[in-house]
C-alpha cells in the first residue's frame, strides 16, 4: 500500500474491499487505470475528481449523510403525491452521455464534465453544451449506440414504479438526459411520455449534429425545480418528492417545488450531495419498503 500523498503529489488509489477509487484534486490528469476501471460496473468507467467516490457500501465519508429518515421525511415520502426521479445513476445504472461518449472514443473529457456538472462545479447548461459539441453525436451513431447497448435499469426500480402506481402516486423522470433515450425505458415500466421531462437532440437533415432544445426545463441549471413547478400548475400536486444523485435533483428541493429530495448513492456516491439529502440511500429497496 503506498504512503500517503503529499499535497504536491498526484495520486490514484484502488481499494478493492470496498470498490472505491479516488484522485487527488490538484492535477487534470486522469487516473492511468481509467479504462481498466471500464470493467467494474460498480466504479463506472474512469476515476474523477474527489467530488465523486464509488461504492458498494456507504462509508465514513457519509457520517453526515441522512441515512435513516427522520419522521418528518418518513411522512413526506408516505404521503407524497407524484415522484420524480432523476434518470443516469439513479433510475437507471448508466450515465447515458458518459457511456455514448465512450462509444464515440470521447469518454475520458466527456466524464470529466459530468463530474463537474453534477458535482454543481458549472452551470449545467454550459457543461451540456460542451459535451455535446465535443461529441459532435449524429443521428446514425445514436442509432448504433442504441442497438447495442440497452438501459440498464437499477434494481428495485420496477418494483418501487409499480408499488407507488398502485398506491395513486405519479412517477415522472426528470432528467438531463435525452428523450431519445428516456422514452423507451418510461414505456417499458408503464410510465406515460407525457411524464418525462427531459432534453431533445436536435438534427440536421443529413443527421449530423444540429444541438440541443434550449426550451426543455432540465436544460440549464435550476431545470429540474422549473420542471417540478410546472408539474405541480399542471396536476394540481402539493406534495412531490425528487430523487436522485446530483446536484441538479438537490437543486430540485425549493419551497415551492420538491418538499423533499432523497438522495442516491447506489451507483455513484457524491459525498456533498450526501450531506445535504433529506435522506440518503445506497439501495432502492429500503424506499419501497418505506411506502
Given at each position: 500500500?503506498?504512503?500517503?500523498?503529499?499535497?504536491?503529489?498526484?495520486?490514484?488509489?484502488?481499494?478493492?474491499?470496498?470498490?472505491?477509487?479516488?484522485?487527488?484534486?490538484?492535477?487534470?490528469?486522469?487516473?492511468?487505470?481509467?479504462?481498466?476501471?471500464?470493467?467494474?460496473?460498480?466504479?463506472?468507467?474512469?476515476?474523477?475528481?474527489?467530488?465523486?467516490?464509488?461504492?458498494?457500501?456507504?462509508?465514513?465519508?457519509?457520517?453526515?449523510?441522512?441515512?435513516?429518515?427522520?419522521?418528518?421525511?418518513?411522512?413526506?415520502?408516505?404521503?407524497?403525491?407524484?415522484?420524480?426521479?432523476?434518470?443516469?445513476?439513479?433510475?437507471?445504472?448508466?450515465?447515458?452521455?458518459?457511456?455514448?461518449?465512450?462509444?464515440?472514443?470521447v469518454g475520458d473529457q466527456v466524464?470529466?464534465?459530468?463530474?463537474?456538472?453534477?458535482?454543481?462545479?458549472?452551470?449545467?447548461?454550459?457543461?451540456?453544451?460542451?459535451?455535446?459539441?465535443?461529441?459532435?453525436?449524429?443521428?446514425?451513431?445514436?442509432?448504433?449506440?442504441?442497438?447495442?447497448?440497452?438501459?440498464?435499469?437499477?434494481?428495485?426500480?420496477?418494483?418501487?414504479?409499480?408499488?407507488?402506481?398502485?398506491?395513486?402516486?405519479?412517477?415522472?423522470?426528470?432528467?438531463?438526459?435525452?428523450?431519445?433515450?428516456?422514452?423507451?425505458?418510461?414505456?417499458?415500466?408503464?410510465?406515460?411520455?407525457?411524464?418525462?421531462?427531459?432534453?431533445?437532440?436536435?438534427?440536421?437533415?443529413?443527421?449530423?449534429?444540429?444541438?440541443?432544445?434550449?426550451?426543455?426545463?432540465?436544460?440549464?441549471?435550476?431545470?429540474?425545480?422549473a420542471a417540478i413547478r410546472e408539474?405541480?400548475?399542471?396536476?394540481?400536486?402539493?406534495?412531490?418528492?425528487?430523487?436522485?444523485?446530483?446536484?441538479?435533483?438537490?437543486?430540485?428541493?425549493?419551497?415551492?417545488?420538491?418538499?423533499?429530495?432523497?438522495?442516491?448513492?447506489?451507483?455513484?456516491?457524491?459525498?456533498?450531495?450526501?450531506?445535504?439529502?433529506?435522506?440518503?440511500?445506497?439501495?432502492?429497496?429500503?424506499?419501497?419498503?418505506?411506502?
Amino acid at each position: 500500500m503506498p504512503s500517503a500523498p503529499t499535497s504536491s503529489s498526484h495520486w490514484c488509489v484502488l481499494d478493492m474491499s470496498h470498490l472505491r477509487c479516488r484522485w487527488s484534486p490538484v492535477t487534470a490528469v486522469f487516473c492511468p487505470i481509467s479504462h481498466w476501471l471500464a470493467r467494474i460496473p460498480v466504479l463506472r468507467h474512469q476515476c474523477r475528481s474527489n467530488h465523486t467516490v464509488w461504492r458498494s457500501q456507504p462509508q465514513s465519508m457519509t457520517a453526515t449523510a441522512q441515512l435513516e429518515p427522520t419522521p418528518k421525511v418518513l411522512e413526506a415520502w408516505r404521503a407524497a403525491q407524484a415522484v420524480c426521479f432523476d434518470v443516469d445513476s439513479t433510475f437507471c445504472e448508466d450515465e447515458s452521455i458518459d457511456e455514448i461518449a465512450v462509444f464515440l472514443g470521447v469518454g475520458d473529457q466527456v466524464a470529466a464534465l459530468t463530474a463537474s456538472a453534477m458535482g454543481g462545479a458549472v452551470l449545467f447548461q454550459d457543461a451540456l453544451a460542451a459535451r455535446l459539441n465535443l461529441m459532435a453525436l449524429s443521428q446514425q451513431k445514436l442509432d448504433e449506440f442504441l442497438k447495442v447497448h440497452p438501459a440498464r435499469i437499477s434494481k428495485g426500480i420496477p418494483e418501487l414504479v409499480k408499488k407507488l402506481q398502485s398506491s395513486g402516486k405519479a412517477v415522472f423522470l426528470v432528467s438531463g438526459g435525452f428523450r431519445q433515450l428516456i422514452h423507451p425505458i418510461a414505456e417499458t415500466l408503464g410510465i406515460p411520455v407525457s411524464n418525462v421531462y427531459a432534453n431533445q437532440l436536435l438534427f440536421k437533415e443529413d443527421g449530423s449534429y444540429a444541438g440541443f432544445d434550449p426550451e426543455e426545463f432540465t436544460s440549464r441549471s435550476g431545470g429540474k425545480a422549473a420542471a417540478i413547478r410546472e408539474i405541480k400548475a399542471r396536476y394540481g400536486y402539493q406534495r412531490i418528492v425528487m430523487v436522485g444523485d446530483g446536484a441538479t435533483d438537490l437543486e430540485a428541493r425549493q419551497p415551492d417545488a420538491a418538499s423533499i429530495f432523497i438522495g442516491y448513492g447506489g451507483v455513484v456516491e457524491r459525498p456533498n450531495i450526501a450531506a445535504q439529502a433529506d435522506w440518503y440511500v445506497y439501495s432502492i429497496q429500503p424506499l419501497t419498503e418505506a411506502l
